[in-house]
C-alpha cells in the first residue's frame, strides 16, 4: 500500500475484485461444465492453465490498475473449482460417501483465504508483494498436472464420448441429441435455470441469502483483524498473521464435529440393538432434503452468540484469546452451515448441481466483495462492538429462516414449478 501509494479502500480493490471474479465465473463455468460435449475435466484444465498465465501477467505488471484487472481474471479462471467443485463429488461418491468427500472440499475452500495473511507476510515483509504471485504460480504447476491426467467424471459427457464412436446410441436419444448438438443452447439453459429456481424455490433462495450474508461477514474480519488487535494489543503485522489460523481450527474443530454426527447413526445401530423403532424416528425430519440440515441447526444459534463474544471482548482489559475463540466459534458454525446448505441443494435438484452451486457461488462471492470495503467504515466509525453487534443481531434473522425452511421446506417445494423434478 505504502510502495503504490494507495489508500485503504483502493489497496483492498486487489482482493475485492479477485473474489468478484470467482463469484462471476461459476456463473460460466458451472454451466459449461454440464454441456456433455464439453463436461468437467475439459473446464478444470484449460480455465487453470490461463490462472497461472495470468497469475505471472499480476507478477509482472506494474500499474495498478492493470493489476487489479488480473486479479479479476484470476478469480475467473480459478473458479471452476467452486463451482465444479461439489457437483464432482456427487459425481464420485455414493450418497453414504459424498458427506465426508464434500466436507473436506468445503472446508479446503474455506479455509484458504484464512491461510493467505500466514503465507505471505514474510513474502511482503522482506521482499515484494509481488513474489505472493509468484509464489502462487510456483505452487499451481503441480496441480496443473493432476487436472491434466483428472479424468472425466460427469457420466452425460462420458456416454456422449463413448456414443461418439456408436451411431446407434444417436438413434437411442434423439430427445437429447438436440440439446447435445447445440452447446449454445445448452449453456443458455443452464443459465437460466439455476436463476428460476432460485426465484420460485424459497428454501433455495433463503440457502443463498444466508450463505452470502454469513460468508461476507467472514470477509470483513480481514478488515476487522488490522483494525481491531494493533492498536489494543500493539501486535505486529507478523503476529496478526497468525491470528487468522483461528479459522483453520475452528474449521477443523467443526470437521471433527461433522464426521461424529454422520458416524453417530452407524455406532448406535451397532452398539443399541435394543433401541426401538419409535425412539429412533422421535427427530426424523419431514424429508430426506431436510435431514441434511440438522447439524445447521445449532450452528446458526453460535452465528450471533460469537459474534457477540468477538466484537464485545476486543478490548485492553480481556485477554486476546476470549476474542480469538469468537472467531473461532464463527468459523466452526459457518463451516457446518456451508457444508449442510451444500449437501441440502444438490439433493433437491442433482441435475443442475453444478449450476446451483454457481449461483450460490456467485451471491456469496459479490456479498463478499463489497463486504470487503463495507467492513472498513463499519468497524471505524461504529467500533469493534457495535459493529459486530449489527452483524450479530442480522445473523438472528437466519436462525428463523433455518428453522423455517427445515420444518416447512417440503410444503414450499410443493407449491413450486419444479417439485416434478425432486428426488424423493
Not at 432460485?198 to 450474508?213: C, E, G, M
Request: net charge positive; charged share 10%; proline share 7%.
Amino acid at each position: 500500500m505504502q510502495e503504490l501509494h494507495l489508500s485503504e479502500q483502493r489497496a483492498m480493490l486487489g482482493l475485492s475484485i479477485y473474489v468478484l471474479g470467482y463469484g462471476v465465473g461459476p456463473l460460466l463455468w458451472g454451466p459449461l461444465s454440464e454441456i456433455p460435449r464439453i463436461g468437467r475435466s475439459v473446464v478444470y484444465f484449460g480455465t487453470f492453465v490461463a490462472f497461472i498465465l495470468v497469475t505471472i501477467g499480476a507478477a509482472e505488471v506494474s500499474d495498478y490498475s492493470a493489476f487489479v484487472f488480473l486479479r479479476f481474471m484470476q478469480g475467473l479462471f480459478g473458479s471452476p473449482c467452486l463451482a465444479n467443485g461439489g457437483a464432482s463429488m456427487h459425481d464420485l461418491y455414493p450418497e453414504s460417501q459424498f458427506p465426508y468427500a464434500l466436507a473436506l472440499w468445503v472446508a479446503a475452500a474455506y479455509c484458504g483465504p484464512a491461510l493467505g495473511p500466514l503465507l505471505t507476510n514474510s513474502l511482503v515483509n522482506n521482499i515484494s508483494w509481488k513474489w505472493t504471485m509468484w509464489l502462487l504460480a510456483c505452487m499451481s504447476g503441480p496441480v496443473c498436472i493432476l487436472l491434466f491426467l483428472l479424468p472425466e467424471t460427469y457420466a452425460p459427457t462420458i456416454r456422449y464420448r463413448s456414443s461418439a464412436f456408436n451411431t446407434s446410441s444417436n438413434q437411442n436419444n434423439n430427445n437429447t441429441s438436440s440439446q447435445s448438438d447445440n452447446p449454445l443452447a445448452k449453456l443458455k439453459f443452464y443459465l437460466v435455470k439455476p436463476v428460476q429456481i432460485t426465484l420460485q424455490d424459497p428454501a433455495i433462495l433463503f440457502a443463498n441469502i444466508y450463505t452470502s450474508f454469513i460468508y461476507g461477514t467472514y470477509y470483513t474480519f480481514f478488515d476487522a483483524f488490522p483494525i481491531g488487535y494493533p492498536p489494543v494489543y500493539n501486535v505486529s503485522t507478523t503476529t496478526l498473521s497468525l491470528f487468522y489460523l483461528s479459522v483453520l481450527v475452528g474449521c477443523l474443530l467443526a470437521v471433527a464435529a461433522y464426521f461424529t454426527y454422520l458416524s453417530l447413526p452407524n455406532y448406535l445401530r451397532k452398539h443399541h440393538h435394543h433401541t426401538s423403532p419409535k425412539s429412533t424416528l422421535t427427530h426424523t425430519p419431514p424429508t430426506k432434503h431436510e435431514r441434511h440440515l440438522i447439524p445447521a441447526i445449532p450452528a446458526t444459534f453460535l452465528v450471533p452468540v460469537s459474534l457477540f463474544l468477538y466484537g464485545w471482548t476486543l478490548r485492553p482489559s480481556i485477554h486476546w484469546i476470549v476474542s480469538i475463540i469468537g472467531v473461532t466459534m464463527y468459523a466452526g458454525a459457518v463451516f457446518i452451515i456451508l457444508q449442510c446448505l451444500s449437501m441440502y441443494i444438490p439433493s433437491i435438484y442433482p441435475e443442475y448441481a453444478a449450476s446451483l452451486f454457481a449461483a450460490n457461488d456467485f451471491c456469496r462471492s459479490t456479498l463478499a466483495a463489497g463486504a470487503v470495503h463495507f467492513g472498513i467504515p463499519l468497524y471505524k466509525n461504529l467500533g469493534m462492538a457495535r459493529g459486530s453487534s449489527v452483524l450479530g443481531g442480522v445473523s438472528v434473522l437466519g436462525v428463523l429462516g433455518l428453522l423455517g425452511i427445515y420444518y416447512f421446506g417440503e410444503r414450499l417445494r410443493a407449491k413450486s414449478r419444479f417439485v416434478e423434478r425432486l428426488v424423493e
